[in-house]
T-cell receptor, first 115, second 114 residues
């Protein structure tokens, strides 16, 4: 167990709908990153939050957005769902201060299916 | 910019034989390098990490990897494969800063036959 929990574990949505995925980071970790893993692919970086502010973003459109809360938990929101958004969404947390960082610990993921 | 190339999409071995999963990286900074394993329908588990200490890194379950700067490689090895090692393995690079993100390779599926 990594101490990073994601909810829900599985989700089915219809094209055009909106979805919110949640991540509870490990105690003491102030940085949360989200990744999309399509079937048969490696995880792709979506964005990262450090102390409630986004400080990194991958090549994903603006309909992918997020939040980090004061307790460092996080949400990933996806608007106007497309079939290609079907994937495993992974959350990772770590502790980062300046140039120092622990390794990332991953949650079990949320499997999103868009139909 | 940073990137990772895993040279084999699939590797098949027999139980008890050595495992070699190959990884080359590219990074503008002194990198941190990781190997993660993903069993079916599971999240990612850290096997081992290199962060500028010893170039030969030992991880869990008998795996180890050697950082070779001249070859920009970080290959994963295990002397003797076990059936439970069958999984997908990801090589990952990160720059050394605290704000760095992880860049994953496309993964290598390890198949272990009896």
């Amino acid at each position: 167990e990594t101490g990073v929990t994601q909810s829900p574990t599985h989700l089915i949505k219809t094209r055009g709908q909106q979805v919110t995925l949640r991540c509870s980071s490990q105690s003491g970790h102030n940085t949360v990153s989200w990744y999309q893993q399509a079937l048969g692919q490696g995880p792709q970086f979506i964005f990262q939050y450090y102390r409630e502010e986004e400080n990194g973003r991958g090549n994903f459109p603006p309909r992918f957005s997020g939040l980090q809360f004061p307790n460092y938990s996080s949400e990933l929101n996806v608007n106007a769902l497309e079939l290609d958004d079907s994937a495993l969404y992974l959350c990772a947390s770590r502790a980062a201060e300046g140039a120092r960082s622990t390794e990332a610990f991953f949650g079990q993921g949320t499997r999103l299916t868009v139909v | 910019a940073q990137s990772v190339t895993q040279l084999d999409s699939h590797v098949s071995v027999s139980e008890g034989t050595p495992v070699l999963l190959r990884c080359n990286y590219s990074s503008s900074y002194s990198p941190s390098l990781f190997w993660y394993v993903q069993h079916p329908n599971k999240g990612l588990q850290l096997l081992l990490k290199y962060t500028s200490a010893a170039t030969l890194v030992k991880g869990i379950n008998g795996f180890e990897a050697e950082f070779k700067k001249s070859e920009t490689s970080f290959h994963l090895t295990k002397p003797s494969a076990h059936m439970s090692d069958a999984a997908e393995y990801f090589c990952v690079v990160s720059d050394r800063s605290g704000y760095s993100t992880l860049t994953f390779g496309k993964g290598t599926m390890l198949l272990v036959s009896p």
